[in-house]
């Protein structure tokens, strides 16, 4: 029972709590590094087993595969499986919580029908083909190019960061149909079958020696027409609300967040005190408070069919700090615990991993610094910053 929840929520929660129980042992055990396939094969059967339940997509109707469910009913399954080291992450959130909105947002009746129950159920796995070696929080600067062929786009180009292409079905993809326009309005989406010839994925090995982003070579990719996502010159668009998902979803990790009572627990069981950091701890708790409330806002809004906008980046900003400063606090009151091997979902092992994944979250999917331009531009109403290459074709951009 959470302090929030009502009494139809608290009868939600244990549901949720029982069905986990009976469902998530078939699923735990696989690490994503060192068994990529185990882990890849856990995942899908994770999704199928949530899609089977309604889990999936709980706001949808049921004659969609969801419950009829209510934001909140969404939140409570999100806390509640965020208490197991379940097969889940972008591997499975970048078809479901991003692709899967774009298509219904810009996709055709057939592109959804087609993609959409294959991803909710797992068997469709995808990847972003967006960021390329000069083009990353400046996205917009792109050099794929996408050439007409009858009814065939040609695609020659370079991807990188790409995470989980290695495994991935499906890829979304951003690229240059008209150099001669704006360098934002020449831009087309398209949906790429990654096993296509013409596809190649090389991995990026991390200073760790994992894998989990990839360079993916585009060459001579052909693309039937059919598979591109809303107007030729509208890729821009699509794209935003990708990224805006993507926002959305990151924040929505929050769940996952362990939190500053957890820590206060886990020192109390250490036999430790805090001795230091108090006021930065209540700051914490504060921000992870109202993180909690403006998420459950983003999820109303969502539910309405309205589209967050850019208010939404304050969600992934404030969650990838608070994130990064609790773990560092976690790491450094807990001593030699902290440096240990841990149990896999035990509330070490997740501020251990949280301070590990806060410095690469605080860049993925937009940087701190982006997100704070972006509110202070389109929240706050604040002077632009000066933008030269705005108005001229995307040929004369250097
Ligand atoms: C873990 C991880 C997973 C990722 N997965 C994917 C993926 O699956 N698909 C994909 O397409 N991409 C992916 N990315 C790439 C990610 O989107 C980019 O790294 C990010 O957008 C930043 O781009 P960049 O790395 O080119 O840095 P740059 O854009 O070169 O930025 C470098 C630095 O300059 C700062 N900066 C840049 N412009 C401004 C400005 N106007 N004002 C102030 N500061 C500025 C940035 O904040 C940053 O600190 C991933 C990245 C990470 C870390």
């Not at 692709?99 to 592109?111: F, K, N, V």
């Not at 820590?263 to 408070?289: C, H, M, P, W, Y």
Request: aromatic fraction near 8%.
């Amino acid at each position: 029972m959470d302090f929030n929840d009502s009494p139809a929520e608290a009868e939600f929660r244990q549901q949720v709590q029982s069905w986990l129980q009976d469902n998530v042992a078939s699923v735990l055990g696989a690490d994503s590094h060192q068994d990529a396939a185990a882990f890849t094969a856990n995942a899908r059967l994770w999704q199928r087993k949530k899609a089977q339940a309604g889990y999936a997509a709980i706001r949808w109707p049921r004659a969609e595969g969801g419950l009829d469910g209510t934001p909140m009913q969404e939140v409570i399954f999100q806390e509640e499986e965020s208490r197991y080291a379940v097969p889940t992450g972008p591997l499975v959130t970048i078809g479901t919580q991003m692709t899967i909105p774009t298509l219904r947002t810009h996709g055709t009746a057939e592109q959804i029908e087609r993609f959409t129950r294959p991803t909710l159920n797992g068997d469709l796995l995808w990847c972003q083909l967006f960021s390329e070696p000069s083009a990353g929080s400046d996205l917009a600067n792109l050099r794929t190019r996408a050439v007409k062929d009858g009814d065939d786009w040609v695609i020659n180009g370079q991807k990188v960061w790409t995470s989980w292409a290695h495994v991935a079905d499906w890829g979304i993809l951003l690229a240059r149909t008209d150099s001669e326009a704006t360098k934002h309005k020449g831009l087309t989406f398209f949906l790429v079958d990654m096993r296509s010839p013409g596809v190649d994925v090389r991995p990026i090995e991390n200073i760790s020696g994992e894998s989990e982003f990839n360079e993916v070579f585009l060459t001579d990719l052909r693309i039937p027409d059919s598979y591109r996502l809303g107007a030729v010159g509208e890729g821009w668009k699509c794209a935003m609300t990708t990224l805006m998902n993507e926002r959305v979803n990151v924040g929505g990790e929050s769940q996952a967040l362990p939190s500053v009572v957890e820590l206060l627990e886990q020192i109390g069981k250490n036999g430790s005190q805090v001795t230091q950091d108090r006021f930065k701890l209540a700051s914490l708790l504060t921000k992870e408070l109202g993180l909690r409330y403006f998420r459950f806002r983003l999820m109303t809004s969502l539910s309405k069919g309205e589209t967050p906008g850019p208010i939404a980046a304050m969600s992934k900003l404030v969650y990838a700090n608070v994130l990064q400063e609790l773990s560092a606090i976690a790491l450094d009151n807990l001593g030699l615990e902290g440096m240990t091997e841990q149990q896999p979902g035990s509330p070490m092992a997740r501020f251990t991993y949280g301070y590990q994944w806060a410095a690469a979250l605080r860049i993925a999917g937009g940087t701190d610094e982006i997100l704070r331009n972006q509110i202070a531009e389109r929240v706050l109403g604040m002077p632009g910053e000066i933008r030269v290459d705005k108005n001229i074709p995307f040929s004369q951009c250097r």
